[in-house]
């Protein structure tokens, strides 16, 4: 099976703030990377796939890379309304892992 | 949207069974692979199982492997999981979550609401 590791666990960041996310395949997965965004007692959110390809209705301050084993999700400049939980997902070969999650609270 | 609508969640105890459904609507259900993800109480996500459109190929993860059974009925448009010998770390909100294309190996762009199942004596 396919490891996700994914940091930092939690961060705190203040509105207007740059933050990066990142997730680490325990081998190549070829960008067969996407990245959700959950929120409390909510279903997650595709917000990025194929690491870098913005879901539609995604607002394009959300942004993806990398490439191997290596990704990244970005967020330019911190909304209220993204407060949330981020979660990686390889989908390259079966199961489909998740990354452990990253809590994104305000400072 | 794309509404899916998971139910037959509950109270069970150790050892039991439970069958859970998710309702499809909106979009042609057969020509997508589907998948049941389960976070369990301030946890991650993990996968469970998923299934080709068709219903010919299924995917289990080791945890429910010769437990969990996934189904499909497409002219229902309705996705089952058939869970047997439940243990407590089973307990989790089970969501049904849809691919974004045909293909299995594919990102989950529609998820339902979850449905809790509890297994407890």
């Known amino acids: 099976d396919i490891q996700m590791t994914q940091s930092p666990s939690s961060l705190s960041a203040s509105v207007g703030d740059r933050v990066t996310i990142t997730c680490r395949a325990s081998?190549?997965?070829?960008?067969?990377l996407a990245w959700y965004q959950q929120k409390p007692g909510k279903a997650p959110k595709l917000l990025l796939y194929v690491a870098s390809r913005l879901e539609s209705g995604v607002p394009s301050r959300f942004s993806g890379s990398g490439s191997g084993t290596d990704y990244t999700l970005t967020i330019s400049s911190l909304q209220p309304e993204d407060f949330a939980t981020y979660f990686c997902?390889?989908?390259?070969?079966?199961?489909?892992?998740f990354g452990g999650g990253t809590k994104v609270e305000i400072k | 949207e794309v509404p899916l609508l998971e139910s037959g969640g509950g109270l069970v105890q150790p050892g039991g069974s439970l069958s859970l459904s998710c309702a499809a609507s909106g979009f042609t259900f057969s020509s997508y692979a589907m998948n049941w993800v389960r976070q369990a109480p301030g946890k991650g996500l993990e996968w469970v199982s998923g299934?080709?459109?068709?219903?010919?190929?299924?995917y289990y993860a080791d945890s429910v492997k010769g437990r969990f059974t996934i189904s499909r009925d497409n002219s229902k448009n309705t996705l089952f999981v058939q869970m047997n010998s439940l243990r407590a770390e089973d307990t989790a909100v089970y969501f049904c979550?849809?691919?974004?294309?045909?293909?299995?190996?594919?990102?989950?762009?529609?998820w339902g609401r979850g449905t809790l199942v509890t297994v407890s004596s």
């Open positions: 081998r190549g997965i070829s960008n067969s």
């Open positions: 997902q390889q989908y390259y070969s079966s199961p489909h892992t």
């Open positions: 299934i080709t459109g068709s219903g010919g190929g299924t």
């Open positions: 979550a849809k691919t974004v294309s045909g293909d299995f190996y594919a990102p989950f762009d529609y």
